[in-house]
């Protein structure tokens, strides 16, 4: 299985920015990842797909140091990291934007942008940081930029409330404030899952916009279509471990739907699982 | 996208209380309401010398009220308030009668109610018993507490200078219009400055009519409020006070990091925690306030009513009353929206409705009867603006 995965990525792929190898996670006696090897690379948009069970957000929130792996081994950069905890993950760049999007629909867009690392005016240095005045300018600057680098045309104003926003415009605010805090990795769960066309065309051209801007991008989906349309690798997960790797562009739909359900061999699937 | 294009008229009212200043519209026309009709049938009820009233009667439900939003916009509740109230009041009592000078007696019932907030913050926050729950218990605890520190009577005659003079002394005229000047000019101040501002850094831009429609309305309600008072005895210290806790309070609720992840916290404890705020800690800091501000609340009292009772604090109409301030002033029993001013103007309702019924003779029934529809009314609002924010996806 290993030997057919590395024939599949091998010499095309570009060097990776963040790579795991040989990932195990157990939730009791359930395997939930048995050895999963999986790369990113930076300006690239990676997707991980799998039937359900799969393993797919298993391995993202192992990613995004929700769920300590069992074993397994971190490389970003060609160095070797340790991501246990999500403070890890974060510390190195990595950022994960969950289904839930986990918006607070009673503030601001600014506000949702900063929030919990809110910019302070200058001096007050008598307060405490958490009792000092926030400064709301440089605060609303920062989130126009955020919106303005992800291109989010329909968003009329970063003051007003998220809990009036439409589900397009808060994946990207929830995209946006993944981005804005300094991340190289930007891991999304499902971001088009309970979107309309128009929306899910928007979503669609923030994760590129991140590509353009040198992000390595891992785009969790069932939905092949969009995953052709965005994607420049694709990795397939089955019952917890790796099928392969294809570039989108020597691959089809058929294919890829084939190596979800019954594996590349049935019969060596069975064997490995 | 649907909800954009068909902007209804509870869309439009909801996007109205977004504003700065829209929040009070609701309770401001509640208020306009039962003045004109009690304006109308009880003309004593629009003397300046029955506002004074209105407003001193108002501040122990206001400085409660102001004290239990904080927990609110969390999304908890606090039912231990009132009795708390009355356990730090009895301590300054008994301090005081002991031989304490008024000012110690004042701020160490303060550390007390801090202490008490904390402690029931500590078991909601660390423990994970619901608020209700917890702060039921102190409900008990405390007003025994109460009767144990004020011994068999049940009561101490607060005669201290310092004490009483909170809520006797008045500003002289000029004093208050002085203050309000100011007040005024601050506000001013501030709106026209943040605006040059965001010019300067290319920011999105309220309207002209937006800023000096702020600065008017504020300017109108506050030289109202100045000039009924002084046309009676003057502004009251109490209500200086109260408006100075009550703006501090306000600043913290809505320009610290502090204040923000309280309402991150109400709105979406996942969401807070997520990015990293510890809800324990805010949790614990917000009964902590609270406390502080039933001590506040408690000498308050013991300073309107010239003593210390059993009866002023326990039972249950003081507590009733501040939560249903808070209510009615439009903070979401839901947490994540609110505001410590809205409380003020809902004591105010609270108040004035209280006020009016007993001049015109009703009923302890009727009176009783009145508040619950008030009370429902206001939930009634906050429940419907609520449906709306969400079918607006």
Redesign the interface.
């Known amino acids: 299985m290993l030997e057919m995965m590395e024939t599949k990525v091998g010499r095309d792929a570009p060097p990776p920015h963040l790579a795991v190898y040989g990932v195990r996670k157990s939730f009791g006696g359930v395997h939930a990842l048995r050895g999963v090897d999986f790369e990113v690379a930076r300006g690239e948009v990676m997707a991980l797909v799998g039937d359900n069970g799969a393993g797919k957000s298993t391995l993202m929130k192992v990613l995004a140091g929700a769920h300590p792996a069992d074993e397994g081994k971190f490389v970003m950069d060609d160095k070797e990291i340790e991501v246990a905890s999500?403070?890890d993950a974060f510390s190195h760049g990595i950022q994960i934007v969950?289904q839930?999007l986990?918006?607070?629909?009673?503030?601001d867009v600014a506000?949702n942008l900063s929030?919990?690392?809110?910019p302070?005016r200058p001096g007050w240095t008598f307060l405490p940081?958490?009792?000092?005045?926030?400064d709301?300018?440089a605060m609303?600057?920062k989130a126009?930029e955020a919106i303005s680098r992800l291109q989010v045309r329909t968003l009329r104003?970063?003051?007003a409330?998220v809990?009036?926003l439409?589900?397009g415009q808060r994946q990207a605010i929830a995209i946006a404030r993944a981005v804005g805090a300094d991340s190289s990795v930007v891991l999304l769960d499902e971001p088009t899952a309970a979107l309309g066309v128009a929306q899910t065309r928007q979503v669609l051209d923030v994760v590129k916009r991140l590509r353009e801007t040198g992000h390595a991008v891992v785009y969790i989906s069932h939905n092949l279509k969009d995953i052709f349309e965005v994607a420049d690798r694709i990795t397939v997960l089955r019952h917890g471990g790796n099928v392969a790797t294809w570039r989108t562009e020597v691959t089809t739909p058929d294919e890829i739907v084939v190596a979800m359900t019954t594996g590349l061999n049935e019969g060596k699937q069975k064997d490995a699982g | 996208m649907p909800a954009e294009t068909v902007a209804s008229v509870a869309e439009r009212f909801r996007l109205i209380r977004e504003t700065r200043f829209g929040a009070f519209v609701p309770v401001l026309l509640a208020l306009v309401a039962i003045w004109t009709y009690f304006g109308i049938t009880e003309p004593a009820f629009i003397s300046s010398r029955n506002f004074y009233f209105l407003f001193m009667q108002s501040a122990v439900v206001g400085t409660l009220a102001v004290g239990i939003t904080i927990v609110l916009l969390l999304g908890d509740i606090d039912l231990s308030a009132a009795a708390g109230a009355g356990v730090c009041a009895a301590l300054m009592a008994v301090l005081i009668v002991a031989g304490v000078p008024g000012p110690i007696a004042c701020l160490a019932a303060i550390v007390l109610g801090i202490v008490l907030g904390s402690m029931q913050g500590l078991l909601v926050a660390y423990v994970g018993i619901p608020a209700f729950v917890v702060t039921l218990a102190g409900l008990l605890g405390f007003q025994g507490l109460m009767l144990k520190i004020l011994g068999i009577q049940g009561a101490i005659n607060m005669r201290d200078p310092f004490v009483r003079g909170l809520t006797t002394i008045s500003l002289p005229p000029l004093a208050g219009w002085g203050l309000a000047a100011a007040c005024i000019g601050l506000f001013a101040l501030f709106l026209l400055r943040n605006q040059a501002q965001r010019k300067r850094r290319g920011l999105e831009l309220d309207t002209v009519v937006t800023t000096w429609g702020q600065i008017a309305f504020f300017s109108l309600m506050v030289g109202a409020a100045v000039l009924t008072l002084n046309s009676y005895r003057g502004v009251p210290l109490m209500v200086v006070l109260l408006i100075g806790i009550t703006a501090l309070l306000g600043w913290v609720t809505t320009s610290t990091p502090f204040g923000r992840s309280i309402f991150a916290a109400g709105g979406n404890a996942e969401s807070a925690r997520r990015v990293g705020i510890n809800v324990r800690h805010i949790r614990v800091a917000a009964f902590g306030l609270v406390g502080m501000m039933a001590a506040v609340a408690g000498i308050v009292g013991a300073s309107r009513y010239a003593s210390v009772s059993f009866n002023a604090f326990a039972g249950g109409p003081l507590l009733l009353e501040a939560i249903g301030a808070a209510v009615i002033g439009g903070t979401s029993l839901f947490g994540g929206r609110g505001s410590v001013w809205n409380a003020i103007l809902g004591a105010l309702v609270i108040g004035s409705l209280g006020n009016g019924l007993d001049l015109s003779g009703a009923s302890a029934a009727d009176k009783l009867m009145f508040s619950g529809a008030i009370l429902l009314l206001a939930v009634a609002i906050d429940a419907v603006s609520r449906s709306g924010a969400v079918q607006a996806r």
């Open positions: 999500p403070h969950y839930d986990a918006l607070c629909e009673n503030l506000a929030l919990g690392n809110e302070v940081r958490f009792l000092r005045p926030i709301e300018l609303e600057e126009l104003s970063v003051r409330k809990g009036g439409s589900g």
